[in-house]
């Protein structure tokens, strides 16, 4: 199985502050890379797919990216909406597997 | 507005088999580009896939669960099910259902997910 590695696990942050969160997949997966936010007590919801492709409906402010085995979801200017767990998930083979988790959390 | 809605009992006793149903709704589960499929989130475990089905009923599953999952679609009834065999207190967790449009897509739909328990 590929293993996706996230980091960091949890991090604090203020209104109006750019966050980054970093993804790492075990071997090449190319651009099968989804990003998924979820909040307490809710399904994840899907923010990106395709590495960088921006679901219908979800907020300019979010952005994803690649460099070869590593990911990232970046947040351009975080909203008191956007405390919550963030996933990401390969799907570029079965199984398909889903990283740790990042909890971004109110400073 | 497609919409998910996992039903199925919120505790089963080791050993016996977990079933779950996920009933579709605003849209066909017959449709031809789309998997539905079953993935569930525990403390221990994080978010786990366990398998999918396809609109040509072929079903695809994690090799973690030892080939205990059979999922199946129910068109008449727009539902799909999992059942899970042999159960035991690490199966228990919060199962979701959810659609992608391919087998190598993300999940774009997601039920709300139930809480099974497995205990005695």
């Known amino acids: 199985d590929i293993q996706m590695t996230q980091s960091p696990s949890s991090l604090s942050a203020s209104v109006g502050d750019r966050v980054t969160i970093t993804c790492r997949a075990s071997?090449?997966?190319?651009?099968?890379l989804n990003w998924y936010q979820q909040k307490p007590g809710k399904a994840p919801k899907l923010l990106i797919y395709a590495a960088s492709s921006l679901q219908s409906g979800v907020p300019s402010r979010f952005s994803g990216s690649e460099s070869g085995t590593d990911f990232t979801l970046t947040i351009s200017t975080l909203q008191p909406e956007d405390f919550a767990t963030y996933y990401c998930q390969q799907s570029y083979s079965s199984p398909p597997t889903f990283g740790g988790g990042t909890k971004v959390e109110i400073k | 507005q497609k919409q998910l809605q996992e039903s199925g009992p919120g505790l089963v006793k080791p050993s016996e088999t977990l079933s779950l149903t996920c009933t579709v709704s605003?849209?066909?589960?017959?449709?031809?580009?789309?998997?539905w499929g079953w993935i569930r989130q525990s403390p221990g475990k994080g978010l786990e896939w366990i398998g999918s089905i396809n609109h040509s009923g072929s079903t695809f599953d994690n090799p973690s669960l030892k080939s205990r999952v059979t999922i199946s679609v129910d068109t008449s009834e727009n539902q799909f099910s999992l059942k899970l065999t042999s159960v035991t207190a690490a199966d228990t967790a919060l199962y979701y259902c959810a659609r992608s449009w391919g087998s190598n897509s993300p999940f774009d739909y997601w039920g709300q997910g139930t809480l099974v328990t497995v205990s005695s």
């Open positions: 605003g849209g066909s589960i017959s449709s031809n580009i789309h998997y």
């Open positions: 071997q090449p997966i190319y651009s099968y």
